[in-house]
């Protein structure tokens, strides 16, 4: 299957302000997810997304922060301000969230010089009614493998998992193995980990592991959140 290239102008990438616009948009856009990661796929550089607003908010901010492995050094962070083009709706959060991820995503490369491996999002990826959350879309309009990893069930059950750290089990969601449940660590709930775009749950799962550090969540959404809320604060400038 060949890869779809990503939009050559993000910014003028169109959003939906309407429900049915975005279902329709859904259904146009997740038949280019492509589930398996690259040939040769060995990250070095992994990035974690996380954005912050308030259900009524009129805008939002978007943080990405880039890690290297295996030293989870931070070695580059942007951040963006954008307007919400739409209400809040369930499953429809990644229309909401995107125009901001790409300004940051935009800001990142433009400021540093620097294309992640593959970008983790607080969120889901396959793991979704739709079968295409934040992850697959952002995945999609980048041309980037992406990864859900988000703290609660959006779709699908796991049989219960062992208390240890690196526990794991199935996420099955009618029928379909659409991510895994994975705890990082001892006797604390597990993480959802579901695949966005070039990707595929085993190698979703090893890539969360690899920027896992003690905690129940990745270094990855912990600095991705404490750099968007920092923003929203003013305690740091957006860019």
């Given at each position: 299957m060949s890869i779809p290239p990503p939009p050559t102008d993000l910014a003028a990438t169109h959003f939906p302000t309407t429900v049915a616009e975005a279902a329709a948009e859904q259904?146009?856009?997740?038949g280019l997810?492509?589930?398996?990661?690259?040939?040769g796929f060995a990250p070095r550089?992994?990035?974690?997304?996380?954005?912050?607003m308030g259900r009524d908010d009129v805008e939002c901010v978007a943080g990405i922060v880039v890690l290297a492995l295996p030293g989870l050094e931070t070695v580059a962070e942007a951040t963006a301000v954008a307007p919400v083009p739409m209400p809040y709706v369930p499953g429809f959060l990644s229309f909401r969230e995107l125009p901001a991820v790409l300004g940051a995503w935009a800001s990142l490369v433009a400021a540093?010089?620097?294309?992640?491996?593959?970008?983790?999002?607080?969120g889901q990826g396959y793991a979704h009614p739709r079968r295409f959350g934040i992850a697959c879309h952002a995945g999609?309009?980048?041309?980037l493998p992406t990864i859900g990893c988000a703290k609660s069930i959006l779709v699908g059950r796991h049989e219960a998992l062992e208390p240890e750290r690196g526990a794991r089990a199935p996420l099955v969601h009618r029928g379909e193995t659409v991510g895994a449940a994975v705890r990082l660590r001892a006797r604390v709930q597990p993480m959802i980990v579901s695949p966005g775009h070039l990707m595929d749950v085993d190698t979703a799962v090893r890539v969360v592991e690899s920027v896992a550090a003690g905690l129940r969540e990745p270094e990855t959404t912990r600095r991705a959140h404490r750099l968007v809320n920092a923003v929203r604060r003013g305690e740091r400038p957006v860019g």
């Open positions: 259904q146009r856009l997740r997810v492509v589930l398996r990661p690259p040939a550089l992994v990035a974690g997304c996380d954005v912050s540093h010089d620097v294309r992640p491996d593959v970008l983790l999002f607080d999609v309009l980048l041309g």
